[in-house]
Protein backbone atom coordinates (compact mmCIF):
# COMPACT_ATOMS: atom_id res chain seq x y z
CA UNK A 1 0.00 0.00 0.00
CA UNK A 2 1.74 3.42 -0.62
CA UNK A 3 1.80 6.04 2.18
CA UNK A 4 -0.04 9.12 1.57
CA UNK A 5 0.83 12.64 3.20
CA UNK A 6 -1.62 13.38 6.12
CA UNK A 7 -3.06 17.07 6.06
CA UNK A 8 -3.72 18.28 9.22
CA UNK A 9 -7.37 19.82 10.06
CA UNK A 10 -7.36 22.34 7.04
CA UNK A 11 -8.95 22.69 4.18
CA UNK A 12 -8.91 24.41 0.71
CA UNK A 13 -10.56 27.57 2.55
CA UNK A 14 -7.11 27.80 4.55
CA UNK A 15 -4.12 29.96 3.67
CA UNK A 16 -1.70 27.32 3.39
CA UNK A 17 -1.77 23.45 3.25
CA UNK A 18 -0.17 21.88 6.43
CA UNK A 19 1.34 17.90 5.58
CA UNK A 20 2.68 16.00 7.29
CA UNK A 21 4.99 13.70 5.13
CA UNK A 22 4.92 9.58 5.47
CA UNK A 23 7.78 8.36 7.78
CA UNK A 24 10.76 7.12 5.82
CA UNK A 25 10.35 8.58 3.05
CA UNK A 26 11.50 11.89 0.77
CA UNK A 27 9.40 14.66 -0.46
CA UNK A 28 9.63 15.10 -4.13
CA UNK A 29 8.69 19.06 -5.12
CA UNK A 30 8.12 20.27 -8.67
CA UNK A 31 6.52 23.29 -10.63
CA UNK A 32 5.42 23.72 -13.72
CA UNK A 33 3.60 26.90 -15.97
CA UNK A 34 1.35 26.47 -18.69
CA UNK A 35 0.65 28.98 -20.69
CA UNK A 36 -1.45 30.15 -23.73
CA UNK A 37 0.01 30.53 -27.21
CA UNK A 38 3.37 29.07 -25.75
CA UNK A 39 1.59 25.39 -24.63
CA UNK A 40 -1.74 25.72 -26.12
CA UNK A 41 -3.96 27.83 -27.80
CA UNK A 42 -7.99 28.81 -27.33
CA UNK A 43 -9.06 27.54 -30.97
CA UNK A 44 -7.69 24.20 -30.20
CA UNK A 45 -7.63 22.85 -27.36
CA UNK A 46 -10.82 22.76 -24.69
CA UNK A 47 -10.56 23.59 -21.20
CA UNK A 48 -10.43 20.44 -19.95
CA UNK A 49 -7.58 19.06 -22.12
CA UNK A 50 -5.40 22.29 -21.28
CA UNK A 51 -6.57 21.39 -17.33
CA UNK A 52 -5.25 17.82 -17.77
CA UNK A 53 -1.93 18.39 -19.34
CA UNK A 54 -1.12 20.99 -17.38
CA UNK A 55 -0.83 18.86 -14.57
CA UNK A 56 -0.18 15.56 -16.16
CA UNK A 57 3.36 17.44 -17.26
CA UNK A 58 4.24 18.49 -13.61
CA UNK A 59 2.98 15.10 -12.60
CA UNK A 60 5.20 13.23 -15.10
CA UNK A 61 8.24 14.91 -13.03
CA UNK A 62 7.49 12.87 -10.01
CA UNK A 63 7.38 9.84 -12.11
CA UNK A 64 10.99 10.66 -13.43
CA UNK A 65 11.90 10.13 -10.20
CA UNK A 66 10.33 7.13 -9.50
CA UNK A 67 7.56 9.37 -6.79
CA UNK A 68 4.18 8.88 -6.36
CA UNK A 69 2.42 12.17 -6.34
CA UNK A 70 0.58 13.49 -3.30
CA UNK A 71 -1.58 16.45 -3.58
CA UNK A 72 -0.72 19.83 -6.20
CA UNK A 73 -1.49 23.86 -6.04
CA UNK A 74 -2.21 25.38 -8.85
CA UNK A 75 -1.98 29.53 -9.18
CA UNK A 76 -3.95 30.79 -12.38
CA UNK A 77 -4.03 34.08 -14.17
CA UNK A 78 -7.46 34.06 -15.98
CA UNK A 79 -7.94 36.53 -18.75
CA UNK A 80 -11.16 37.84 -20.81
CA UNK A 81 -11.33 34.09 -22.70
CA UNK A 82 -11.65 32.14 -19.66
CA UNK A 83 -15.33 32.39 -18.33
CA UNK A 84 -17.18 30.31 -15.31
CA UNK A 85 -17.91 27.31 -17.79
CA UNK A 86 -13.99 26.97 -19.09
CA UNK A 87 -12.55 27.26 -15.51
CA UNK A 88 -14.67 24.58 -14.62
CA UNK A 89 -13.70 22.46 -17.40
CA UNK A 90 -9.84 23.06 -16.71
CA UNK A 91 -10.95 21.67 -13.31
CA UNK A 92 -12.79 18.73 -14.63
CA UNK A 93 -9.30 17.59 -16.66
CA UNK A 94 -7.68 17.86 -13.78
CA UNK A 95 -9.32 15.59 -11.37
CA UNK A 96 -8.90 12.95 -13.85
CA UNK A 97 -5.33 12.57 -12.55
CA UNK A 98 -6.61 11.22 -9.12
CA UNK A 99 -4.20 14.11 -7.11
CA UNK A 100 -5.90 15.83 -4.36
CA UNK A 101 -6.13 19.59 -5.04
CA UNK A 102 -4.25 21.38 -2.14
CA UNK A 103 -4.33 24.83 -2.81
CA UNK A 104 -3.71 27.06 -4.74
CA UNK A 105 -4.18 31.31 -5.76
CA UNK A 106 -6.34 33.25 -8.91
CA UNK A 107 -5.44 36.19 -10.52
CA UNK A 108 -6.47 38.03 -13.71
CA UNK A 109 -3.93 38.81 -16.48
CA UNK A 110 -4.04 39.75 -20.24
CA UNK A 111 -3.58 36.05 -21.37
CA UNK A 112 -4.25 32.79 -19.48
CA UNK A 113 -1.60 31.06 -17.50
CA UNK A 114 -1.24 28.71 -14.82
CA UNK A 115 1.66 27.52 -12.29
CA UNK A 116 1.36 24.18 -10.72
CA UNK A 117 3.39 23.03 -8.13
CA UNK A 118 2.96 19.12 -7.39
CA UNK A 119 4.32 17.27 -3.91
CA UNK A 120 4.83 13.56 -3.92
CA UNK A 121 7.36 11.28 -2.17
CA UNK A 122 9.43 8.59 -2.75
CA UNK A 123 10.96 6.11 -0.27
CA UNK A 124 13.97 7.55 0.88
CA UNK A 125 17.45 7.47 -0.37
CA UNK A 126 15.53 5.93 -3.33
CA UNK A 127 14.59 8.94 -5.35
CA UNK A 128 15.75 8.77 -9.65
CA UNK A 129 18.27 11.24 -10.07
CA UNK A 130 19.94 12.33 -13.88
CA UNK A 131 23.26 12.81 -12.28
CA UNK A 132 23.93 8.46 -11.67
CA UNK A 133 24.82 7.45 -15.34
CA UNK A 134 27.98 5.75 -15.84
CA UNK A 135 30.04 4.69 -18.96
CA UNK A 136 29.25 1.14 -20.15
CA UNK A 137 25.23 1.69 -18.85
CA UNK A 138 22.54 1.30 -21.33
CA UNK A 139 20.36 4.04 -22.37
CA UNK A 140 16.09 3.35 -22.84
CA UNK A 141 13.26 5.10 -23.31
CA UNK A 142 9.82 4.07 -22.81
CA UNK A 143 7.00 4.06 -25.40
CA UNK A 144 7.11 5.72 -28.61
CA UNK A 145 8.92 8.97 -29.78
CA UNK A 146 7.40 12.41 -32.05
CA UNK A 147 4.09 11.54 -31.54
CA UNK A 148 3.26 14.91 -29.33
CA UNK A 149 5.13 17.11 -31.92
CA UNK A 150 3.78 15.68 -34.59
CA UNK A 151 0.01 15.75 -33.34
CA UNK A 152 0.15 19.59 -32.23
CA UNK A 153 -1.42 20.99 -35.43
CA UNK A 154 -3.39 17.64 -36.65
CA UNK A 155 -6.62 17.55 -34.56
CA UNK A 156 -8.61 14.75 -33.96
CA UNK A 157 -5.76 12.22 -34.91
CA UNK A 158 -4.19 9.60 -32.43
CA UNK A 159 -1.09 12.17 -32.62
CA UNK A 160 -3.31 14.73 -31.49
CA UNK A 161 -3.94 12.36 -28.53
CA UNK A 162 -0.44 11.95 -27.77
CA UNK A 163 -0.04 15.79 -28.00
CA UNK A 164 -3.32 16.31 -25.54
CA UNK A 165 -3.31 13.57 -23.21
CA UNK A 166 0.26 12.57 -21.91
CA UNK A 167 0.50 9.56 -19.41
CA UNK A 168 2.75 10.32 -16.57
CA UNK A 169 4.85 6.88 -16.28
CA UNK A 170 4.18 6.46 -12.54
CA UNK A 171 4.36 2.76 -12.54
CA UNK A 172 7.20 2.69 -14.32
CA UNK A 173 9.46 5.29 -12.41
CA UNK A 174 8.22 2.95 -9.55
CA UNK A 175 9.80 -0.12 -11.13
CA UNK A 176 13.16 1.92 -11.86
CA UNK A 177 14.07 2.40 -8.10
CA UNK A 178 17.17 0.25 -7.50
CA UNK A 179 17.01 -0.24 -11.62
CA UNK A 180 17.78 2.43 -12.89
CA UNK A 181 21.20 4.63 -12.52
CA UNK A 182 19.92 7.65 -13.91
CA UNK A 183 16.62 8.98 -15.10
CA UNK A 184 14.35 12.38 -16.20
CA UNK A 185 10.88 12.40 -18.37
CA UNK A 186 11.17 13.92 -22.11
CA UNK A 187 9.87 17.08 -22.19
CA UNK A 188 11.55 18.98 -24.65
CA UNK A 189 13.13 16.32 -27.32
CA UNK A 190 15.79 13.05 -26.89
CA UNK A 191 18.57 15.07 -28.15
CA UNK A 192 18.62 17.89 -25.91
CA UNK A 193 16.99 15.83 -22.75
CA UNK A 194 19.94 12.98 -23.45
CA UNK A 195 22.63 15.95 -23.44
CA UNK A 196 21.13 17.25 -20.42
CA UNK A 197 20.96 14.06 -18.78
CA UNK A 198 24.72 13.45 -19.49
CA UNK A 199 25.82 16.56 -18.48
CA UNK A 200 24.74 16.43 -14.88
CA UNK A 201 25.78 13.00 -14.80
CA UNK A 202 29.57 13.94 -16.69
CA UNK A 203 29.46 11.14 -19.20
CA UNK A 204 28.44 11.22 -22.83
CA UNK A 205 26.62 9.27 -24.93
CA UNK A 206 26.42 7.19 -28.10
CA UNK A 207 22.98 5.91 -29.66
CA UNK A 208 23.43 3.39 -31.51
CA UNK A 209 19.80 1.43 -31.60
CA UNK A 210 16.74 1.96 -33.59
CA UNK A 211 14.64 4.76 -32.02
CA UNK A 212 11.01 4.02 -31.47
CA UNK A 213 9.00 5.97 -33.72
CA UNK A 214 5.50 6.98 -33.06
CA UNK A 215 3.16 5.88 -36.37
CA UNK A 216 3.40 8.53 -39.05
CA UNK A 217 5.92 10.47 -37.16
CA UNK A 218 9.90 11.26 -38.64
CA UNK A 219 13.19 9.67 -37.06
CA UNK A 220 14.38 13.52 -37.22
CA UNK A 221 10.57 14.19 -35.50
CA UNK A 222 11.29 11.07 -32.86
CA UNK A 223 14.89 12.45 -31.57
CA UNK A 224 14.03 16.38 -32.21
CA UNK A 225 10.15 16.59 -31.16
CA UNK A 226 9.29 17.53 -27.56
CA UNK A 227 6.83 16.86 -24.70
CA UNK A 228 6.19 12.95 -25.32
CA UNK A 229 6.65 12.95 -21.22
CA UNK A 230 8.32 9.09 -21.94
CA UNK A 231 11.29 8.47 -19.64
CA UNK A 232 14.43 8.64 -20.35
CA UNK A 233 16.96 5.86 -18.20
CA UNK A 234 20.26 4.83 -18.38
CA UNK A 235 20.85 0.98 -16.26
CA UNK A 236 23.96 -1.11 -16.16
CA UNK A 237 23.80 -4.33 -18.52
CA UNK A 238 23.80 -6.12 -15.67
CA UNK A 239 20.12 -4.58 -14.60
CA UNK A 240 18.05 -6.76 -17.51
CA UNK A 241 15.81 -4.38 -18.09
CA UNK A 242 12.84 -5.87 -19.82
CA UNK A 243 11.19 -5.53 -23.38
CA UNK A 244 8.33 -3.81 -21.57
CA UNK A 245 6.85 -3.42 -18.23
CA UNK A 246 2.87 -3.34 -18.03
CA UNK A 247 2.46 -3.35 -21.94
CA UNK A 248 4.61 -0.46 -22.07
CA UNK A 249 7.70 -1.02 -24.45
CA UNK A 250 11.22 -0.12 -23.48
CA UNK A 251 13.45 -0.13 -26.15
CA UNK A 252 17.36 0.24 -26.03
CA UNK A 253 18.74 2.97 -27.90
CA UNK A 254 22.47 3.52 -27.36
CA UNK A 255 25.06 3.42 -23.94
CA UNK A 256 27.08 5.57 -22.18
CA UNK A 257 30.54 6.22 -22.56
CA UNK A 258 33.44 8.50 -21.29
CA UNK A 259 33.78 11.57 -22.92
CA UNK A 260 33.38 15.50 -23.23
CA UNK A 261 30.08 16.00 -20.64
CA UNK A 262 26.89 15.94 -22.55
CA UNK A 263 28.19 15.00 -26.18
CA UNK A 264 25.68 12.82 -27.79
CA UNK A 265 26.58 10.88 -31.44
CA UNK A 266 24.31 9.33 -33.54
CA UNK A 267 26.16 7.37 -36.46
CA UNK A 268 29.45 8.94 -35.68
CA UNK A 269 28.59 12.07 -35.68
CA UNK A 270 27.56 14.86 -32.93
CA UNK A 271 23.31 15.08 -32.39
CA UNK A 272 22.92 18.50 -32.27
CA UNK A 273 20.56 19.90 -29.36
CA UNK A 274 17.20 20.81 -31.58
CA UNK A 275 14.40 20.26 -28.88
CA UNK A 276 12.73 23.12 -27.30
CA UNK A 277 14.79 25.55 -24.88
CA UNK A 278 12.75 28.37 -23.21
CA UNK A 279 15.58 30.32 -22.99
CA UNK A 280 16.42 30.29 -26.25
CA UNK A 281 12.81 29.48 -28.69
CA UNK A 282 11.18 32.45 -28.17
CA UNK A 283 9.25 35.14 -30.17
Known sequence: MVARLKRIGVDLGDDCAVLR?????DLLITTD????????????????????????RAISDIAAMGGDPRGYLVSIATSDST????????????SELGVPLLGGDTAHAMTFSCDIVVVGSVPRGQALRRSGAKPGDLVYV???????????????TKAWKRHVHPVP?????????GKASACMDLSDGLSTDLHRLCVESRVAAEIDGELPVFPGASEYVA???????ELLFTASPQARIPESHDTLPLTRIGRIKAGKPGRVTLAGKAVEQLGYDHLMNYG
Open 223 to 229: LHGGEDY
Open 83 to 94: DNVWIRGFYAGQ
Open 169 to 177: RLKLGRFLR
Open 142 to 156: SGTLGGSAKGMNEPG
Open 21 to 25: PPPDC
Open 33 to 56: QFIENVHFRFETHTARQVGYCALA
